[in-house]
C-alpha cells in the first residue's frame, strides 16, 4: 500500500516538472520578456515571412541615393578612356564627348603609427646607495 502511494506522488512530481520542462522549452520571444535572440534556430522560417509582391533593388520612380562627386580641381589624377570600336558593329569612333560619365575612386592612404619610446634611466645614490629609476 505504501509503496503504490510514493509510486503515485513520484508520478505527480514527475509530471509537473515534464510540465515546467516544456514550457520552458515552448518560451519564446513572441510569449515572453525575453529577446528575439534566444530564440531557438528556425523559429522565425522564411515561410512566414509575407512577400510583398515587388522585384528586388530599386523600383521604377524612386529618388535614386548616391554620393556627390569631388570637383575635378580635388582629383590627384584622372584618366579619360574612349572606346576605340563600335559595340554593335565594330567601326572605329573618334570624338569627344562634351558630357562623360565620371565615376571616382576614393583610396584612403595606410594608417603609419606613431612610436614613441621613453628611456627610464636608473641612478644610484652616493650617499646611501639607493638605486631610483626615473
Do not use: W
Not at 515552448?26 to 515572453?32: A, D, G, P, R, W
Not at 569631388?70 to 584618366?79: G, I, R, W
Amino acid at each position: 500500500m505504501q509503496g503504490i502511494k510514493k509510486l503515485e506522488q513520484q508520478s505527480g512530481e514527475l509530471q509537473e516538472a515534464h510540465q515546467q520542462l516544456l514550457e520552458r522549452i515552448n518560451k519564446t520571444s513572441k510569449n515572453s520578456s525575453s529577446p528575439p535572440s534566444t530564440d531557438p534556430p528556425g523559429f522565425r522560417t522564411k515561410s512566414t515571412l509575407k512577400k510583398s509582391g515587388k522585384k528586388r533593388g530599386g523600383q521604377l520612380g524612386h529618388e535614386g541615393k548616391s554620393r556627390d562627386l569631388y570637383p575635378v580641381e580635388k582629383c590627384s589624377e584622372s584618366y579619360d578612356h574612349h572606346p576605340p570600336t563600335c559595340a554593335g558593329c565594330g567601326f572605329g569612333l573618334s570624338g569627344e564627348d562634351t558630357n562623360p560619365y565620371r565615376h571616382q575612386i576614393v583610396e584612403i592612404p595606410p594608417i603609419e603609427p606613431i612610436v614613441i619610446e621613453h628611456r627610464l634611466h636608473q641612478l644610484t645614490c652616493s650617499q646611501c646607495g639607493t638605486q631610483t629609476r626615473g
